[in-house]
C-alpha cells in the first residue's frame, strides 16, 4: 500500500504539537540555524521534545536545514545535523549539496525546493545520485509532475497550500541586492510584496497596480485526487512563520479532505497513525490568505497575482448599503460579531482596516470609520468568534485499540492491542468473586476510561467462563499498567531506517554552472566537481558584485497579468523592457516568452 503524507509546518514546538493533533502524518522545523526562515528558529531540545510526540503517532519530524553556507559554517552544519540524527530526527531537509560531502551518521536526506526542482534534468540527476525525496518546485504543472514521476524513483512531494514565494525556489536575489538580506540565506526581506510602479522603456505606466510581484495563496483542495495519481507521495503546507491558529485551521481542512478520498481509495493509506476527532468545523476562507489560485496546476489559466495588496483580505462578507455619522448598515452574507476585523479598499484602492466595536445586526459601529463609504465591498479578516473556537478547540487524536480480560484459574490477564499491532499485557491474581450482575458492563465501563491518554477502545471483550466482580481499584490500576506498557511500547518500536546517500560521479547535466546554483563553499565545489561540472561561478552571496544575471526568475508575467501577452492581445502599445521602481531602486523586466518565464534584472 501506498502511504500518503500530509505534511505541515511547525513554527515551534507548541505549534508542531498542534499540527500533528490535528492531523499531520509529518511536520518539518527549522532548528537553530541553517533555516530558510531564520525567525523562525527552535532548539534541539524543543525538536527532540516535538520528535517524541510525534513519534507516538507514528508521524514524523523533518528539520530544515536549507540555506546555503559559508566554509566557515561547515563543521558547525554537520555537528547540527549528528545532533539532529542523536535525538531521533526522521529526516533532513537540504538545499547545500556541500552537506553531501560531510561525514555524516546515516540521516535520511531530503532536495528541498530550494535546489530549484523545475528542471526534469536537475530532477532526475537528484534521484540517480540517491536522494530518497525530491520536494517539487511550485510552479510545476500537472502533466509535470506525471512526467517527473515516469522518470523518477524518489519520493515526490509538493505544496498544496500557502504563501508563494513569485521566484522559482532557490532562484531569487532581489533581498539579497536591494539591502544584503539573502533568501537563500533565512534571512529574506520580502522584495515582492513591496509596492513598485510598472512602466514601460518610454516612462509610460502599464498598471495602477500596487504590489505587481505580490502572489495569491496556494490552494490545492481541489485537485488532491489528481496530485495523488500523478505520483505526490507527500502534500506540503506552506507556514513555518504562521501561527497556530493557522496550522490548526490549514491542517483540519486538508486532513478531512484527505480522509475522504483515502477512505476511497484500494492502495493508498494515511501515512501515521490515529484517528482525529474534531469539535469544529475547518475554515480556509477564515484564515490568513490574500485570496487563492491554484497556481499553474492545469497551465496559465488566469491571474495569480494580488497586486492590489499584500496583505491578508480574508473572506468577503457584503457591501456597505448605509452610512452614518459613527456607523454603517452592512448587506452581509454572514453575522458580524464585536471584535470583528474587517477590510475595504479605499477610493484610491488602498487596503483600509476596521475594527468592530458593537454590531446590531446589520448595523456596524467601528471604532473608527476610517472613510468607508456606501457600496464598498467589505472583507472579514478577523473572525473572533471562530479564531475563539480554534484556541478553545479540544480536538483530539486517538489510536484505536482492542482490550481483552481473559482467566486463567489464579488471575485475570488484560491483553491490549492497538491499531499497529503493538501489544502489552499485565496480570493481575486475586481471589474470583462472582458478580451480582448478569453482565459484564461494569467492567468494560472501567476498562473503557482512557481519558488523558493517546487511545481508545474500539472493542472491548470479557473472555471469563462467568460474571466476576473485580474491584474498580483494581482494575483501575491493571488499565493504568497496561496502558503504560503499550505506550512504552511504542515509544521503542518506533524505528528509524539508517539511510546514506552513497557519493557517485553520476554526471551533472551541465558542464558550466553560475551563480544560480548557490555554491558557496568548498564542499559543494567538489561535489559538482566530482559529477563532472568543468566550470563554477561561485553564488550570489558571494560575488554580488561580479553578477549581471537576473535577480529573479518567474513565471508571473506581467504582460499576461496586465492583458498585454502576444496571445491575449496582438496590439501591444507599450515598449520593452519594463521597469519595476520603488522610488529607490529601478528594475528591468524582460521576458522569455518561448519558455514562459519573467526575468529581472538590477537596473
Known amino acids: 500500500m501506498r502511504k500518503i503524507e500530509l505534511l505541515a509546518p511547525a513554527k515551534n514546538l507548541e505549534t508542531g504539537i498542534a499540527a500533528i493533533n490535528f492531523g499531520a502524518d509529518a511536520v518539518y522545523i527549522g532548528p537553530e540555524k541553517f533555516s530558510a526562515r531564520a525567525a523562525a528558529s527552535n532548539s534541539l531540545e524543543d525538536i527532540e521534545k516535538l520528535i517524541s510526540h ?10 530544515t536545514i536549507n540555506t546555503i553556507l559559508y566554509d566557515n559554517e561547515l563543521e558547525e552544519a554537520e555537528k547540527l545535523i549528528t545532533d539532529l540524527y542523536n535525538r531521533g530526527i526522521d529526516a533532513v531537509i537540504i538545499q547545500d549539496m556541500g552537506i553531501l ?16 526542482n523545475y528542471d526534469i534534468e536537475r530532477i532526475k540527476f537528484l534521484d540517480r545520485i540517491g536522494f530518497p525525496r525530491i520536494v517539487l518546485a511550485r510552479e510545476l504543472s500537472l502533466q509535470q509532475i506525471k512526467d517527473i ?10 505544496f498544496i497550500h500557502g504563501a508563494l514565494c513569485v521566484s522559482l525556489s532557490g532562484r531569487c536575489y532581489m533581498s539579497a541586492a536591494s539591502g544584503g538580506r539573502s533568501a537563500n540565506r533565512g534571512q529574506c526581506a520580502q522584495p515582492c510584496r513591496k509596492n513598485y510602479t510598472l512602466t514601460d ?6 498598471s495602477n497596480s500596487k504590489y505587481p510581484l505580490s502572489l495569491k495563496d496556494m490552494n490545492q483542495t481541489a485537485n488532491l485526487i489528481d496530485l495523488i495519481d500523478a505520483g505526490i507521495d507527500s502534500l ?16 483540519a481542512h486538508y486532513r478531512k479532505a484527505l480522509d475522504v478520498i483515502l477512505e476511497g481509495g484500494t492502495d493508498i493509506v494515511k501515512a501515521s497513525s490515529g484517528k482525529v476527532y474534531f469539535d469544529f468545523s475547518p475554515d480556509i476562507m477564515k484564515t490568513f490568505n490574500r485570496g487563492y489560485t491554484n497556481y499553474f496546476m492545469n497551465g496559465r489559466t488566469g491571474s495569480i497575482g494580488s497586486s492590489h495588496t499584500p496583505k491578508s483580505l480574508g473572506k468577503e462578507i457584503g457591501k456597505v448599503a448605509e452610512i452614518g455619522n459613527n456607523w454603517f448598515r452592512l448587506k452581509a452574507i454572514e453575522k458580524i460579531n464585536n471584535g470583528d476585523g474587517l477590510a475595504f479598499f479605499d477610493r484610491e484602492k488602498n487596503v483600509t482596516g476596521l475594527k468592530v466595536n458593537r454590531a446590531e445586526d446589520t448595523k456596524i459601529f467601528p471604532l473608527a470609520m476610517n472613510g468607508i463609504y456606501k457600496d464598498a465591498a467589505v472583507y472579514r479578516n478577523h473572525d473572533i468568534l471562530f479564531d475563539k473556537t480554534l484556541s478553545a478547540s479540544r480536538t483530539e487524536r486517538k489510536i484505536s485499540i482492542l482490550m481483552e480480560l481473559s482467566e486463567t484459574e489464579s488471575w485475570f ?3 491490549v492491542t492497538d491499531e499497529d499491532n503493538f501489544i502489552a499485557w499485565e496480570e493481575i491474581e486475586i481471589a474470583k468473586e462472582i458478580s451480582n450482575s448478569d453482565d459484564n458492563s461494569q467492567i468494560k465501563k472501567q476498562l473503557a476510561k482512557l481519558g488523558g491518554t493517546i487511545f481508545t477502545a474500539s472493542d472491548i471483550k470479557i473472555n471469563t467462563t462467568e460474571n466476576y466482580f473485580i474491584p474498580v481499584s483494581i482494575l483501575n490500576d491493571l488499565r493504568r499498567k497496561v496502558m503504560g506498557k503499550l505506550l512504552e511500547t511504542r515509544i521503542t518500536g518506533y524505528k528509524i531506517e539508517p539511510m546514506t546517500i552513497d557519493r557517485t560521479e553520476n554526471p551533472y547535466p551541465l558542464k558550466k554552472v553560475d551563480y544560480r546554483h548557490n555554491i558557496s563553499n568548498h564542499l559543494a565545489e567538489k561535489f559538482y566537481g566530482r559529477h563532472g561540472v568543468e566550470e563554477i561561478e561561485n553564488s550570489f552571496e558571494t560575488s554580488a558584485s561580479r553578477i549581471t544575471g537576473p535577480l529573479m526568475t518567474t513565471k508571473l508575467c506581467l504582460k499576461y497579468e496586465n492583458n498585454l501577452c502576444h496571445k491575449q492581445n496582438k496590439t501591444n502599445k507599450y515598449i520593452e523592457p519594463f521597469y519595476l521602481t520603488d522610488g529607490n531602486l529601478k528594475y528591468r523586466v524582460e521576458f522569455d516568452c518561448g519558455n514562459c518565464f519573467m526575468l529581472i534584472f538590477k537596473e
Not at 54 to 63: D, E, G, N, R, T
Not at 240 to 249: F, S, T, W
Request: charged share 35%.
Open 236 to 251: 506540503k503546507i506552506e507556514g513555518r512563520l504562521k501561527d497556530i491558529d493557522y496550522v490548526k485551521n490549514v491542517t
Open 54 to 63: 510525534a513519534h507516538l503517532y507514528k508521524a514524523k519530524v523533518y528539520a
Open 201 to 206: 522603456a518610454d516612462g509610460k505606466i502599464i
Open 149 to 158: 514521476r515516469k522518470e523518477t524513483k524518489c519520493e515526490l512531494e509538493f
Open 101 to 116: 560531502e560531510m561525514n555524516l551518521p546515516p540521516v535520511e536526506l531530503h532536495a528541498s525546493t530550494q535546489t530549484d
Open 413 to 415: 490477564k488484560l491483553t
